[in-house]
């Protein structure tokens, strides 16, 4: 890599400085900097599973992908952060990068996600999987894979309810009429309560929610 880490870190982070990155002020900002900067440095210094070989799925100017239901109209995509070449097996070893404070729930989807995107998108097996709590570990938490059928009918039934809100018109809170942390800075946006701050790369709108719920008082959200 020709520029240093925390370099293109200086770089990338100009882009999401001040409430363009969701934060409320300075004080905020340089708290979630030092966090970063902390990170970077921790990389640099065991970068571990990034030296080795790696295999890169094609993407064909778009998310890898492919059909998880032809029959129901239903196309998985995704990005897995990093897969590791395993030679002497001939397969490969999701890891996912986390930046929070806390650990990945149980229940999560993602790794689901993952494992069948590695199975669908690419021709070597998944045998290994590992979350690298960057904000608190040297060493890669190695995690049990779930079996792939298992895997295939959890994440379609959940697509299905999905497509089928989508169809109806119909988007209910599983929390119920309070909403809950994903719904909130999304109803804020629709009364007309946040701040337009401008279009990002994607060409999507940017809304500045300050955060309004007791689970966490110190974080801003970007839309």
């Known amino acids: 890599m020709s520029q240093p880490l925390l370099e293109r870190f200086n770089t990338a982070w100009r882009k999401v400085s001040g409430k363009k990155g969701g934060f409320s002020d300075e004080s905020q900002e340089k708290e979630y900097r030092t966090?970063?900067?902390?990170?970077?440095?921790?990389?640099?210094?065991?970068?571990?599973?990034?030296?080795?070989?790696a295999v890169k799925l094609k993407t064909d100017g778009f998310l890898p992908n492919y059909w998880l239901s032809?029959?129901?109209n239903i196309i998985l995509c995704g990005k897995i952060d990093w897969l590791e070449y395993l030679e002497d097996t001939d397969s490969v070893h999701i890891v996912d990068f986390k930046t929070g404070k806390h650990e990945e729930d149980g229940k999560s989807l993602q790794l689901p996600i993952y494992l069948l995107l590695a199975a669908n998108c690419q021709k070597r097996k998944a045998t290994k999987a590992s979350y690298w709590y960057i904000?608190?570990?040297?060493?890669?938490?190695?995690?049990?894979?779930?079996?792939?059928?298992?895997?295939?009918?959890?994440?379609l039934k959940v697509a299905k309810k999905i497509k089928l809100?989508?169809?109806?018109?119909?988007?209910?809170?599983?929390?119920?009429?309070?909403?809950c942390v994903v719904c909130r800075p999304f109803e804020?946006?629709?009364?007309g309560d946040a701040t337009?701050?401008?279009?990002?790369?994607?060409?999507?709108?940017?809304?500045?929610?300050?955060?309004?719920n007791s689970e966490n008082t110190t974080d801003s959200v970007i839309l």
């Open 35 to 53: 966090r970063g900067d902390s990170m970077i440095s921790r990389v640099q210094k065991n970068p571990g599973v990034l030296t080795k070989k």
């Open 70 to 72: 032809e029959t129901d």
């Open 165 to 179: 809100a989508r169809e109806l018109q119909t988007f209910k809170c599983p929390k119920g009429e309070s909403g």
């Open 188 to 191: 804020t946006v629709y009364r």
């Open 135 to 155: 904000d608190q570990t040297d060493e890669l938490s190695e995690v049990k894979l779930p079996e792939l059928e298992d895997a295939h009918e959890q994440v």
């Open 196 to 212: 337009f701050i401008g279009t990002s790369d994607s060409k999507q709108d940017m809304f500045y929610v300050p955060s309004q």
